[in-house]
């Protein structure tokens, strides 16, 4: 590797890191995402710690493995999970360098990973993206990895690239749908018999490599294929609501069978999916434009087997991936490619005219590519940014409970019942993620909900109604609370409204 090339992967780097804590600053601290992941998460992990495993059967096992690992060198866990992301989208990001620079040159791999660092999707994913990162880094390098696979003889290198897909399967499980298809692909390039073998080496590498999935699997389920991932798609498909019809089908569903209960609603799904994926900016305007245009010309014009078996490959993982939904977490292995068909196409298809005269010391070229990238920029800039009133009051409100509970002396996240905020992160040594009850009932129940927190032990009930606010059915409960015939007091430690939310804090005393 020449001096010029690392010094630009370095630069990319480094810009992307700046890019990342330019537009993330107001929202890394603290980071609010998908509660009901973070909390099956968190109790994998914990029970990784105690050495009493407990998988459960959305998740593969190695990102709560991950986190529990962090956390025994010290790492809290929301810490571990904030930060773990953006060193795998930096993998991402010389990966990408590393693959566009075979398909195009040096110029167009810069450029492209300018590209992808600056858009939307790939900025929010480098931090607390929990393991869709990680995954997506690993899937693209058991992608790329197949550059001049023709010439490749050496069985531990094939059982390494095969190693690299099986963990990518311990992150994430779509990984194993790709495994058929470098496998068919081993056979294309090698032939019969010395494919063969070398497939057999492959799948070796690969069952290594998701060793710890497939045996936590089989001893807690007898399958180590186990997954209940097709729940999720069958409440895509039949409403997320429609439980009384999910319990009629026993609920223990695969791919196959949920296509089986509703074939009509699945494949519906599946070309929504499709849809989503082309009209939606996966990657910032105005290079999705060029994006297709610039990969089909690139794809015509380019006699490149490798850069075939690429697109192949993404197709197959789009078109399982569209079987749940067309979600950005899971298209990340795809975003480079994206990038680089719209970059390739600026640079494939500017006039020759343009292309010779400069401005200054810079050609017309190269202005146009910075143009865009800067405008990417300021698209992602002002998209993640925009004032968004229920997530920075949540953050403010967040902040001021646990300040109240921590001078409370709180010490046990399980004596608090939340009715709308799930977890909330206490900056305290004795606790870095705080797990709290959600309370089973609608907020149109406040009796009932003051009834469960008493019976239930608790200490402290805080009461968020993040949807109807201040003019919400317990607007009036301080009075009520009054009212009541219990055996207990309420004291309201702490209160915060604006025109639309409320929340309120109260410590409950026999």
């Known amino acids: 590797m020449s001096r010029q090339i690392f010094f630009l992967i370095l630069l990319v780097l480094v810009l992307h890191i700046i890019t990342v804590f330019t537009i993330l600053k107001p929202h890394i601290n603290p980071y609010i995402g998908d509660m009901m992941d973070k909390h099956m998460v968190y109790m994998v992990s914990k029970s990784i710690i105690e050495g009493d495993i407990q998988p459960s059967p959305y998740w593969n096992i190695g990102y709560p493995a991950l986190l529990a690992l962090t956390h025994k060198f010290g790492v809290p866990y929301i810490t571990a999970e904030r930060w773990l992301s953006l060193p795998f989208s930096l993998l991402m990001l010389l990966l990408t360098f590393l693959v566009v620079m075979r398909l ?51 069985n531990w290198r094939i059982i390494l690239y095969g190693l690299i897909l099986g963990v990518a399967f311990t992150f994430r499980y779509i990984s194993i749908y790709l495994l058929p298809v470098f496998i068919v692909y081993i056979f294309i390039i090698k032939g019969r018999r010395a494919g063969l073998y070398q497939s057999l080496y492959y799948t070796a590498g690969f069952i290594v490599g998701a060793l710890p999935q497939f045996a936590i699997a089989t001893h807690e389920w007898g399958n180590p294929l186990y997954s209940e991932n097709a729940k999720t798609i069958w409440f895509t498909i039949n409403h ?91 298209l990340l292995p795809v975003l480079p490619f994206l990038a680089f068909g719209g970059v390739w196409f600026i640079f494939r298809f500017i006039p020759e005219r343009l292309e010779r005269r400069r401005l200054g010391w810079f050609p017309i070229r190269f202005i146009i590519v910075v143009m865009v990238i800067l405008y990417m920029f300021a698209y992602s800039y002002n998209r993640i940014n925009r004032t968004d009133e229920a997530v920075v009051w949540e953050r403010k409100a967040i902040r001021g409970v646990a300040e109240v509970l921590r001078d409370d002396g709180v010490d046990d996240p399980s004596v608090v019942l939340s009715t709308d905020l799930w977890y909330l992160y206490l900056p305290d040594a004795r606790a870095d993620l705080w797990e709290y009850d959600q309370v089973p009932f609608d907020m149109s129940e406040p009796d009932e909900v003051l009834e469960y927190a008493v019976k239930g032990g608790y200490r402290y009930l805080l009461l968020y109604d993040r949807y109807r606010g201040a003019d919400g059915d317990w607007g009036g409960l301080p009075e009520r609370l009054m009212e009541m015939d219990l055996p207990y007091e309420f004291e309201l430690l702490l209160e915060m409204e604006d025109t639309k939310r409320r929340l309120e804090l109260y410590r409950i005393m026999e």
């Open 104 to 154: 195009s040159d040096v110029k167009v791999a810069f450029f492209t990973c300018l590209a992808m660092s600056v858009s939307q999707v790939f900025i929010l994913k480098s931090i607390g993206a929990k393991d869709f990162m990680l995954s997506g880094a690993l899937i693209l390098a058991s992608i790329v990895v197949f550059y001049n696979f023709s010439d490749e003889n050496r």
């Open 240 to 330: 997320i609501n429609d439980w009384a019809r999910f319990l009629t089908t026993g609920g223990r569903f695969n791919i196959i069978g949920v296509f089986a209960d509703n074939p009509l609603g699945f494949i519906v799904n599946w070309v929504k999916s499709i849809n989503a994926f082309v009209t939606s900016f996966h990657l910032n305007p105005p290079l999705i434009y060029l994006s297709y245009a610039g990969l089909i010309v690139f794809l015509i014009k380019v006699k490149n087997n490798w850069f075939r078996f690429i697109i192949v490959a993404l197709s197959i993982y789009l078109a399982i991936t569209f079987v749940y939904r067309a979600y950005s977490d899971y």
